[in-house]
């Protein structure tokens, strides 16, 4: 690891890991296990993805979409104590709160988890008069505390920061439709109470067909940002309009610490794209979309959870200092 590079998190030696498969050149790679959730892993569930995973106690917990056999989209608990074989409970998430219109469940999707100080916050694509980013609060992963949802319909993919920003809360997101957006740049907003939110500032836009083509038609954050001395790394998708549908890749970018709308590098190239049966065939073929990343400062060793074609959740790993290097070296800004 480059020893110049600063990480910063809780140690994690426990994480799941697998080494590089010989001869193998590019920055992350799959875990030859894959998928590491199936799609029955539940007694009615179609599909498990597009999940978010986080270090708890001895072990690790997580927010993990499954739609069931309706097709309906919920979300579920789950625990694991290796990160690879896990426990989802067979109930969904029954969220408390306050005022019993947000509280009303419709639907849900594509959750991240984020701690911050000292509980974890859930954020999740929340129906209420079409998508927005609901947000909810846990300690022990059982009792989940709904707050206001963030934003109007119509927006997705909230992810929050680990810290603070300008004394702030702080959170990215990707401003949508109602359907199967065409479209999609993302944008960073800051709150000081996880319920008002404002100073709305630009990040990103889908890059140029020409200059980067796997994200020419739409963007979103992925997992929660990880803290480097180089700024914060970000795993972001992407969307190629093809002539055979959308294609869904993920590639890195790193942010100003002080301001991270301001983008220092973004990858020109894909970290990972559909290649796989797993990723390529599935209720949505052709898509890899990362939800969730853990991460060992001492190694540099990190591992993304990513939905492979809305059907399964895969693992795929990477050392951080090679990522910022290959984004770095990629660079199209």
Known sequence: ???????????MPNMPWEDRPEGYGKPMWRYSA??????YLLPDSNSIFNSAVVPFEDGFAGVFRC??????????????????????????????GNDP????????????????????????C???HGPTIGIAWTKDFKTFHQLENAF????????LFPEKIHGNFAMLSRPSDTGHTAFGDIFYSESPDMEFWGHHRHVMAPAAFEKSAWQCMK???GPVPIKTSEGWLLFYHGVLHSCNGYVYAFGSALLDLENP?????????YLISPATPYECMGDVPNVTFPCAALHDPETGRVAVYYGCADTVTGLAFGYIDEIIEFTKRTNIL
């Open 1 to 11: 690891m480059d020893k110049n590079l600063k990480i910063f998190g809780n140690p």
């Open 34 to 39: 894959n998928p590491v959730i199936p799609r």
């Open 67 to 96: 739609d069931d056999l309706n097709r309906r989209m919920t979300l579920h608990a789950g625990f694991s104590k290796n990160g690879i074989d896990w426990n989802i409970n067979p109930e969904t998430i029954k969220f408390e």
């Open 101 to 124: 219109e947000i509280n009303e469940w419709v639907y849900g999707y594509d959750p991240r988890v984020c701690w911050i100080e000292d509980r974890f916050y859930v954020t999740w």
């Open 126 to 128: 929340n129906g209420y």
């Open 152 to 159: 109007l319909p119509y927006n997705r993919n909230g992810v």
């Open 219 to 221: 963007i979103g954050a």
């Open 261 to 269: 709308w301001k983008v220092i590098a973004r990858s020109g190239q």
